[in-house]
């Protein structure tokens, strides 16, 4: 991260990145497909994401299986990396690349949380819908959350973010 953030992420090679860790190149490509990769890590969200829904009480809704999952791993991976998340951040912002390796990260936290819930014998449907909303309002909050300068924890910005969409997907025409 230091590197990409020293030189921009196109500057970057992966000699660089060798170089710096140490390691030689058949050593790197043996762990990493390409520098991406080495930015965004491995799959370990939608791996907990995966786990916490295959952990979650029998009578817990979805969307408060994702939601409870998402404030614990904003209190113990999320808030305490928050200076490296926000310069992370504004590389990912600044990189198409970045933005396209982001959004096929989303989409995997989507889909893992998804097949959880039709694993647990939720409806298709309702699994995909409540997954995407889920993880939705949990990029909102994370921008949010990154953007403020008051130092407000990420928990807050998911409470606000919730709130938020609870007016707006409230059904007030139903009779």
């Excluded at 791993?73 to 590389?91: K, S």
């Excluded at 982001?102 to 989409?107: E, F, N, P, R, V």
């Amino acid at each position: 991260m230091q590197l990409f953030v020293e030189r921009g992420f196109d500057a970057t090679t992966v000699p660089d990145i060798v170089e710096r860790a140490g390691v030689t190149r058949r050593t790197f490509f043996r762990h990493f497909t390409d520098k991406r990769e080495v930015f965004f890590g491995d799959d370990e969200i939608p791996a907990l994401a995966s786990a916490i829904v295959a952990a979650a009480p029998t009578h817990a809704t979805p969307f408060a299986i994702a939601w409870d999952g998402f404030h614990a791993l904003a209190a113990e991976r999320f808030e305490p990396r928050r200076d490296q998340m926000a310069a992370a951040r504004r590389l990912i912002d600044g990189e198409p690349a970045l933005c396209e390796r982001d959004l096929q990260k989303q989409a995997d936290l989507r889909e893992a949380i998804r097949a959880g819930f039709v694993a647990r014998g939720v409806d298709a449907v309702a699994a995909r819908v409540v997954a995407g909303l889920a993880v939705e309002l949990l990029q909102i909050a994370l921008e949010q959350w990154l953007a403020d300068e008051t130092g407000m924890p990420l928990t807050h910005h998911l409470a606000t973010v919730r709130a938020g969409m609870a007016g707006a997907l409230a059904d007030r025409t139903a009779k």
